[in-house]
């Protein structure tokens, strides 16, 4: 079996990247970066601060250097943010130095998950359901052409989704390895 390749989660806010990347991580025994929290990080203020200081344009940049920096280590596990995909710059990055993983989500999941957060610039509006269709119309597009696969979060446990992109991925590096379900019935075929 070969080794596993940078895993990179990409897909809109509150779709589990964060939790799902944390998870995936520790099960690869391999380091996690959010690279919105590396941001953070590195300028000592929160997004909010940035997007009124510089405006949305100035954390875009910023996010273009992370995204850059944090898919040139190896291996990882990298969870993006939401408008990542929005530059050409991170989606060539995204596709060149790793497997890019898209975790898709309803609009109806997006308002549950961030109802309570206020770390989000873009849904401190009025109406945050028009906002995540529209983002939603703009960057699935982009999502899907980023992406090496596809996993769905809605009404599923993080470990279910994370078994799931293992295996996925696994299927993607090695396509004629047997999954370990086959495998163990295999053995036991053989063992008696």
């Known amino acids: 079996m070969q080794d596993l390749p940078n895993l990179f989660l990409i897909g809109p ?6 939790t799902i990347g944390r998870l995936l991580a520790a099960e690869l025994a391999r380091p996690f970066y959010d690279s919105d929290h590396a941001i953070q990080d ?9 997007f009124d200081v510089e405006g949305e344009q100035g954390f875009r940049l910023r ?3 992370m995204i ?3 898919t040139r280590l190896s291996p990882v596990v990298v969870a993006t943010g939401g408008g990542a995909v929005l530059r050409e710059e991170n989606r060539r990055a995204l596709r060149e130095r790793g497997t890019v993983v898209y975790l898709l989500t309803t609009v109806d999941q997006q308002l549950k998950r961030t109802a309570k ?15 995540l269709n529209d983002m939603f119309a703009q960057r699935d597009p982009l999502y899907r052409a980023t992406s090496d696969i596809a996993v769905r979060t809605d009404r599923r446990s993080p470990r279910a989704v994370v078994n799931e992109i293992l295996r996925r991925v696994h299927r993607l ?8 379900s086959s495998a163990r019935k295999l053995n036991h075929k053989v063992s008696q």
Do not use: F, T, Y
Not at 119 to 130: G, I, V, Y
Not at 173 to 180: A, G, I, K, N
């Open 173 to 180: 590096v090695d396509p004629l390895e047997p999954s370990s």
């Open 117 to 131: 957060d206020r770390n989000r610039p873009l849904l401190q509006c009025a109406n945050r359901e028009q906002v």
């Open 42 to 50: 590195r300028c000592g203020a929160d997004i909010p601060w940035i």
């Open 13 to 18: 806010m509150g779709a589990g990247k964060s």
């Open 68 to 70: 850059d920096e944090l």
């Open 63 to 65: 996010e273009i250097h």
